[in-house]
Nanobody, 127 residues
Framework: QVQLVESGGGSVQSGGSLRLSCAASGYTGNNVCVGWFRQAPGKEREGVATIDSGGRTSYADSVKGRFTIAQDNARTTVYLQMNSLKPEDTAMYYC?????????????????????WGQGTQVTVSS
């Protein structure tokens, strides 16, 4: 069974940095894509940054140049380094994964289309 466990959320002032981690287990093999989504109160869940088994990455326009997604060599942990945080980055951040996909596909998917989700970690950015 695929499990995704997020950590690293918290509160930070505008301009600060946070690093989120997603520990993944229960799936093996190639053609797996993993990513980060976020959902602010009253808004739809949206893709933030994704990475696939080929190491290709995709980013939402709102975070390009500020956020970086990476995975460890064993592809069991995916990180999201968030720099220059803004109040509008405040949201619950979720790790998501699916099989036989690429990073571009995952980034634009609705919640119901993605196979696996973590429980989320809160990020709050104050001005």
């Amino acid at each position: 069974q695929v499990q995704l466990v997020e950590s690293g959320g918290g509160s930070v002032q505008s301009g600060g940095s946070l690093r989120l981690s997603c520990a993944a287990s229960g799936y093996t093999g190639n053609n797996v894509c993993v990513g980060w989504f976020r959902q602010a109160p009253g808004k739809e869940r949206e893709g933030v940054a994704t990475i696939d088994s080929g190491g290709r990455t995709s980013y939402a326009d709102s975070v390009k140049g500020r956020f970086t997604i990476a995975q460890d060599n064993a592809r069991t942990t995916v990180y999201l380094q968030m720099n220059s945080l803004k109040p509008e980055d405040t949201a619950m951040y979720y790790c998501a994964a699916d099989r036989f996909c690429n990073s571009q596909w995952l980034l634009i998917q609705r919640q119901s289309a993605v196979g696996y989700w973590g429980q989320g970690t809160q990020v709050t950015v104050s001005s």
